[in-house]
C-alpha cells in the first residue's frame, strides 16, 4: 500500500490503548505528529501516551474524531466489535487503516524480523530485539507487551533492523513482507476466525512465501542457549529461536549468549510483582491458550518444587470461543497448581456463548481431581483471596490475557 507518511501530520488512533497499536502511535509522536486516539477505558499505556503528548478520549464514536484528522488507524477489534461505528469510519472520506496495514507500511523498507506462532511471540521477540542492542546493530522494535528495560512496547533505532512481533489473527501478519520469518510453533487457536489448524497452517504457508528466509526448527541451538533467569522449557525454546537468528546475521555467539543470560523477561510473560508482607510470592502471566497455561506452571514448578511452595492460579478464560473449542485441554492443563480461582469468561470480541462457562469449566476440573473454585464476579474472588491465609509457602499467579491482575493488584496492594 502506498501512503507517505512524513506528509501526514495529523492522526487518530481507535483502540490507542491496544498494546500493538500503542507503539505504532509513540512512533508517531517520536516523528513529531499531532496525535489523538480512543478508547473504552484508562490504563498505565494510555497514560503514558498522554505523558508523552497524545491527546486521548475515553469512549469510541465518529464525534470523538477532530474534522482535521488526516489519518484514522483502528484496532482489528473494531469492526466486530463496533460494526456500526466501523461503518461510519468507512463512509466518513478519512483515510483509515487497521495496525496490520499500517505495520506493513513502517516496516516495508526495513530489514523486517517478524516473528510469529500461536506461542512465544512476544518473548522471542524481546529476546531478538536485546540480542541486536546488544551488538549495537541499533535495531528497531515493536513487541506485544512492554520491555523491562525501556518500560516500552516501542524501540526506535536507527539502522534498518525491524523487529516486529507478528500476529497470526484474521491474517493480521500478511501485510508483512519479512527479511527473516521466525515460526515458534503452531497450534489451534483463534478459532472464531479460523476454520480449523489446517486453515490455520494456510496462513503462516503463505507468511513463509512472502518472506526471504524462513527460521522454524532451531532445536540445534538449544544446546547453545544459556542459564536463563526466566524459567520453564518454553523459554529456552525461545531464546534458541533467538540464537538461529542470530546465528544467521552473523551476531558473535557470545554477545548473543551473554544478552539471552541478562534478559529479566517482559510485562506479564511469568512476571514477578513481588512478595506480600507474610512472604507470599505474587507473579502475573498472559496465559491464556492451554499450551501456555501449562508451560508456565511447568516453569514455575522449576522454580518451586511440590513440597516446597503451593501454587495458587487465579485464571481468567479468555473467550467463549476459545473456551469451548479447547475445553478438554484446559481441563489438564492446570496440573501443576494446588489450587485453581476461575473469574468469569472474558469474553472481549464475542458475545456470551450459553455452552461454556468457568462453572462448566470448573467442574470438569474438580471430575478431574482439581481443586477449583469459579466465581460468578471479580468482588466474590477478591472477598476469597482476603480470606485466604497465605503464607511463605505460597505463590499466587494471576493468569490471562483479561484483567485477573486487577484482583492481586487490590487485593494485594500492589500498586
Not at 480512543?38 to 498505565?44: E, F, L, M, N, Q
Not at 513502517?106 to 530485539?129: D, E, P, Q, R
Not at 529456552?236 to 534478559?263: C, P, S, T, Y
Not at 499450551?291 to 473467550?319: C, D, M, W
Amino acid at each position: 500500500m502506498n501512503l507517505d507518511l512524513s506528509k501526514i501530520k495529523k492522526v487518530f488512533f481507535v483502540g490507542i490503548g491496544g498494546i500493538g497499536i500503542s507503539a505504532i502511535a509513540r512512533m508517531m509522536l517520536l516523528e513529531g505528529k499531532d496525535v489523538y486516539g480512543s478508547d473504552i477505558s484508562k490504563s498505565g499505556i494510555t497514560d503514558e501516551l498522554q505523558r508523552l503528548g497524545a491527546k486521548i478520549v475515553l469512549g469510541q464514536a465518529m464525534e470523538l474524531i477532530p474534522k482535521d484528522i488526516e489519518l484514522v488507524i483502528y484496532s482489528l477489534s473494531v469492526a466486530q466489535y463496533d460494526p456500526k461505528f466501523f461503518a461510519e469510519l468507512k463512509n466518513s472520506g478519512i483515510k483509515i487503516l487497521s495496525y496490520p496495514e499500517i505495520l506493513g507500511i513502517v516496516t516495508a523498507n526495513k530489514y523486517t524480523i517478524a516473528v510469529s506462532g500461536t506461542h512465544g511471540k512476544t518473548t522471542t521477540t524481546a529476546m531478538i530485539g536485546k540480542i541486536l542492542i546488544d551488538a549495537k546493530l541499533d535495531p528497531s522494535i515493536i513487541v506485544g507487551s512492554l520491555l523491562k528495560e525501556s518500560k516500552s512496547n516501542l524501540v526506535v533505532g536507527k539502522s534498518d533492523f525491524f523487529v516486529v512481533e507478528a500476529c497470526e489473527y484474521k491474517r493480521a501478519f500478511l501485510n508483512i513482507k519479512p527479511k527473516i520469518l521466525v515460526i515458534t510453533n503452531i497450534e489451534a487457536d483463534h478459532l472464531d476466525y479460523y476454520k480449523d489448524l489446517d486453515d490455520i497452517k494456510s496462513a503462516f504457508k503463505q507468511l513463509e512465501k512472502q518472506s526471504e528466509k524462513v527460521i522454524s526448527d532451531y532445536s540445534k541451538y538449544l544446546d547453545k542457549v544459556p542459564k536463563l533467569l526466566v524459567p520453564g522449557q518454553h523459554n529456552r525454546m525461545d531464546a534458541a529461536a533467538a540464537l538461529a537468528v542470530a546465528d544467521f546475521l552473523g551476531v558473535n555467539m557470545e554477545i548473543a549468549q551473554k544478552a539471552l543470560a541478562e534478559f529479566t523477561g517482559t510485562w506479564r510473560r511469568l512476571e514477578k510483582k513481588g512478595e506480600t508482607k507474610e512472604g507470599t510470592i505474587i507473579y502475573d502471566d498472559y496465559a491464556h491458550h492451554p499450551t501456555e497455561v501449562k508451560a508456565s506452571l511447568q516453569g514455575l514448578r522449576e522454580l518451586y518444587p511440590r513440597g516446597q511452595k503451593n501454587i495458587t492460579i487465579l485464571f481468567q478464560p479468555h473467550l467463549y470461543s476459545r473456551t469451548k473449542a479447547l475445553f478438554d485441554e484446559f481441563v489438564t492443563c492446570f496440573d501443576d497448581a494446588d489450587n485453581i480461582f476461575l473469574l468469569p469468561i472474558y469474553f472481549a470480541r464475542e458475545n456470551p456463548d450459553p455452552e461454556v462457562s468457568s462453572e462448566k469449566l470448573a467442574l470438569a476440573i474438580r471430575k478431574h481431581g482439581g481443586e477449583v473454585m469459579a466465581f460468578n464476579s471479580f468482588i466474590e474472588a477478591e472477598k476469597e483471596v482476603e480470606k485466604m491465609k497465605l503464607s511463605p509457602k505460597d505463590v499466587f499467579v494471576t493468569m490471562g490475557a483479561g484483567e485477573a491482575y486487577k484482583v492481586a493488584e487490590k487485593v494485594f496492594k500492589l500498586v
